[in-house]
């Protein structure tokens, strides 16, 4: 990561417990655990690795709920564009494991008109990786 990466406001960052691929079983898990299906699981640094580079273990989970993403894709076509949701579980140069997971709540409602309380369906997320992979939720710096 270079020194000028920055964090955007939608994006939450926690932080685990566990080494890379503990992490990221027991974030798929806890996912499809609350009903929600894996649309895809990118292997970044697979992809990087067969560019002839390199990349730090990296993998993009695509998921969710089609009872909860279709009132929003329904209501603005355009939507799709933020779904299905994004998390993405990787390891830092210098060891510790995050998870990084992209609430698309203000985007959606601010940029495609969608009613708040359609997004209020994303609002358990955060918690439900943060027990997956053991964050401390008392900790701020835990959260972003």
Do not use: C
Request: hydrophobic share 45%.
């Amino acid at each position: 990561m270079t020194p000028a990466a920055r964090t955007p406001s939608a994006v939450i960052t926690l932080h685990s417990s566990f080494d890379f691929e503990v992490t990221l079983t027991r974030v798929k898990q806890a996912l499809m655990k609350r009903g929600m299906t894996i649309f895809a699981d990118i292997d970044q640094a697979a992809a990087a690795s067969a560019a002839s580079t390199q990349l730090r273990p990296t993998r993009l989970l695509l998921f969710g709920n089609p009872k909860g993403g279709t009132p929003i894709m329904d209501g603005n076509p355009h939507a799709a564009l933020e779904l299905p949701l994004r998390a993405v579980v990787w390891q830092a140069v210098d060891g510790p494991v995050q998870v990084d997971y992209l609430d698309p709540s203000a985007t959606l409602v601010e940029h495609y008109g969608i009613d708040a309380a359609l997004t209020g369906v994303f609002a358990a997320v955060p918690s439900l990786l943060a027990q997956a992979i053991d964050a401390d939720r008392t900790d701020p710096a835990a959260w972003r």
